[in-house]
């Protein structure tokens, strides 16, 4: 069954528009927001700074910290410097948060943000059709890719995650069409076609430094192809496209190169000999049984034996196709094969942290990938509506999904958004853990951010425990790679105790009652004591527990669903 080009078109804008309506809903129900999401709006919107040692913040000074005053707006050279000092992306989609908010200056709003990732969202749509259809040379099977994909929790999530990696994923897929664009065309790449490559090259790092790692992989498929063609000028004019617009982004950014190599995130900054090797093993598989999670919440309906089954069903039958029907895949096919299949893998294993945002650039390839093989698959039978079994399979999987999974990202749980008292206290560690709550506290008169130099005693028992329960073999040494995860690598941060702020301050002393906030990370039972002990508070009630590491397999889960990092009390 073939369907014309105008017909293609129509399907593919309603698919666009139904994935994006259910996004939206979704973003409705949204409460919360990651930390970095906030930290999306103040790297791209403010130079203002908290009072974060022991002062007093209004609701004011928060919308401040997230929102483009209106002396500010369009101040790029301010967005510039934020990530020069926040050393850890490039500055383009910082931009783009930074024009959309300059647009509504003063305001804060999940729908700022939001409004990009819609527009990345169709783009990614449209280029996942037109690499398809490349690759099959079948608008329908393309469009059935596509569906697959934009009905799937993946692309929810991509969507309604206020950071840059829906941006990201639109300048791989933009890669990855230009990359099977040229290599169509026997010795005859034109002008157009390089700068086209060299902007989407230049785009793409200046967005996220994982899309080097992408094109990089792209890029190797194509001097296979081309070396093996012998289409030596072809090969030569996409080489310096693609260096050209890497050098162009290192003229406009030069920190690229110490951010990608300052090593001071995540895994880079530990001495991994100080880890015994069982460790790092078990670690690193537990690790990629994290990501087997990831992908099976956001394509199979969160069910592995699913995920498992038709992994086992696409390489069987590839084997089959190969060896037995002596079908070959497709060459254009490769450039959404090896690099999706590779990063995936490659991500899982070098990644800071168990996160599906480490991914998302990958997934539309992945999730059109199973389609088209499926696709294959049926082929084998002669019934033409036998065929239709995917596309009715994808609709009622994209279904079920919606209805039992819940994306990352939309939080919903808190009664945090009500506060019990007129004023707030937030008790944390060197973490920064505040900034995950400045949404919450936007709702006080006003907020004293205090930081103690006492960690949790019981924390990383808490983590030895967790890990060995997934088969980490710790010999008691996964609580110091926790610590460098939870200082972003930089274990050496200062640590400083503002806790005699609360003995002193008249502004507190004058109150009857205080919403207290106690860190996850701090020490709740010293804190607690300390304030009953030093205050005019002797009593208090628990507002809000925090959730427990046990209710996740993925402990980055934690970080994502979790509402502030805090037990939550009222002081009276």
Avoid at 75 to 90: G, K, L
Avoid at 210 to 219: E, P, R, S, V
Wanted: glycine content about 6%.
């Amino acid at each position: 069954m073939k369907i014309d080009n105008k017909k293609a078109r129509i399907i593919l804008a309603v698919i666009i528009a139904v994935s994006l309506v259910i996004s939206t809903v979704y973003m409705f129900s949204k409460q919360g927001f990651h930390e970095d999401e906030l930290l999306t709006y103040n790297l791209a919107n403010s130079s203002k700074q908290l009072n974060v040692d022991g002062g007093w913040n209004s609701p004011e000074n928060f919308n401040e910290y997230l929102a483009v005053s209106p002396d500010d707006r369009f101040d790029y050279a301010q967005v510039y410097e934020n990530q020069i000092i926040d050393a850890s992306h490039p500055p383009l989609y910082y931009a783009l948060v930074h024009t959309v908010c300059s647009f509504f200056p003063g305001v804060f709003s999940k729908w700022l943000a939001y409004s990009i990732n819609v527009l990345a969202m169709a783009g990614i749509l449209i280029m996942l059709y037109k690499i398809g259809r490349k690759i099959t040379g079948n608008n329908l099977y393309a469009l059935i890719g596509v569906g697959a994909y934009a009905l799937s929790i993946a692309c929810i999530t991509t969507t309604i995650y206020l950071r840059m990696y829906a941006t990201l994923t639109f300048w791989v897929l933009a890669f990855v069409y230009m990359s099977i664009k040229l290599y169509e065309k026997k010795n005859t790449v034109g002008i157009k076609d390089c700068i086209l490559l060299a902007v989407t090259v230049l785009c793409g790092v200046l967005t996220q430094y994982y899309f080097i790692l992408f094109a990089g992989l792209t890029g190797l498929v194509f001097l296979v192809l081309k070396i093996k063609e012998k289409c030596g000028k072809d090969l030569i004019k996409y080489i310096i496209a693609a260096v050209v617009g890497a050098g162009l982004a290192l003229c406009i950014y030069p920190y690229i190169i110490s951010n990608v190599l300052g090593g001071n995130r995540g895994l880079s900054s530990l001495d991994m000999s100080a880890l015994d090797m069982i460790t790092v093993v078990t670690y690193v598989f537990y690790k990629l049984c994290t990501y087997v999670q990831i992908l099976a919440k956001d394509m199979f309906i969160n069910q592995v034996w699913l995920l498992g089954l038709c992994t086992a069903a696409v390489i069987g039958f590839g084997i089959y196709f190969r060896f037995v029907k002596k079908v070959k895949i497709p060459k254009k096919a490769m450039f959404a094969v090896v690099p999706a299949v590779c990063y995936f893998i490659g991500i899982s294993l070098v990644s800071p942290f168990n996160s599906d945002r480490y991914v998302m650039a990958s997934l539309p390839l992945i999730a059109m990938l199973f389609a088209f093989s499926f696709i294959r698959i049926f082929t084998l039978f002669k019934n033409q509506k036998i065929r239709l079994v995917v596309p009715v399979c994808i609709l009622l999987a994209s279904v079920t999904a919606f209805v039992t999974v819940k994306p990352y990202y939309t939080y919903g749980k808190t009664n945090l958004y009500e506060p019990k008292t007129d004023n707030c206290i937030f008790v944390g560690t060197a973490m920064l853990e505040w900034n995950k709550c400045i949404d919450k506290f936007m709702n006080y008169d006003s907020t004293m951010i205090v930081q103690s130099s006492k960690f949790s005693p019981t924390l990383g028992d808490e983590l030895e425990e967790f890990a060995e329960k997934r088969g980490v073999i710790t010999n008691g040494k996964v609580s110091s790679l926790a610590e460098a995860f939870m200082f972003n690598g930089d274990t050496n941060k200062q640590e400083t105790d503002s806790m005699e702020k609360l003995k002193t301050d008249k502004k507190l002393a004058s109150l009857d009652e205080v919403t207290v906030y106690v860190s996850r990370l701090a020490d709740k039972d010293d804190v607690l004591k300390y304030i009953t002990e030093n205050t005019k508070f002797k009593n208090y009630e628990l507002i809000q527990a925090d959730y427990s590491f046990e209710d996740f397999y993925n402990w980055y889960d934690y970080f994502v669903e979790t509402e502030s990092y805090c037990n939550v009390y009222r002081f009276y």
